[in-house]
Nanobody, 119 residues
Framework: QVQLVESGGGLVQPGGSLRLSCAAS????????MGWYRQAPGKQRELVAG???????NYADSVKGRFTISRDNAKKTVYLQMNSLKPEDTAVYYC?????????????WGQGTQVTVSS
């Protein structure tokens, strides 16, 4: 059984910072790609940032220069450092991992963590 457990969400004022973490556990052979998505009320889920097993990253245009994704392969953990937060960053943030277990390769999702940017 594979689990992705997120932490670090909360309420922050505009211009503030938050750091999200997502730890993978279970019978994992390898994690190929990890990423963060978000979904605001009434909107589709969108990619925020992704990182490969070799450290290559990609970002949504709306967060470039403000958010940084990183990962610790030994801890099977991905992080999202969010700086200069804006009200439009308010959303539920989901961790995603493309990983190989002993039986299959597929996408897994975390349960989501709420980020609210408001004064």
């Amino acid at each position: 059984q594979v689990q992705l457990v997120e932490s670090g969400g909360g309420l922050v004022q505009p211009g503030g910072s938050l750091r999200l973490s997502c730890a993978a556990s279970g019978r994992i052979v390898s994690i190929l790609r990890m990423g963060w998505y978000r979904q605001a009320p009434g909107k589709q889920r969108e990619l925020v940032a992704g990182i490969t097993s070799t450290g290559s990253t990609n970002y949504a245009d709306s967060v470039k220069g403000r958010f940084t994704i990183s990962r610790d392969n030994a801890k099977k953990t991905v992080y999202l450092q969010m700086n200069s937060l804006k009200p439009e960053d308010t959303a539920v943030y989901y961790c995603n991992a493309d990983l190989q277990t002993y039986s299959s390769r597929r996408d897994y999702w975390g349960q989501g963590t709420q980020v609210t940017v408001s004064s």
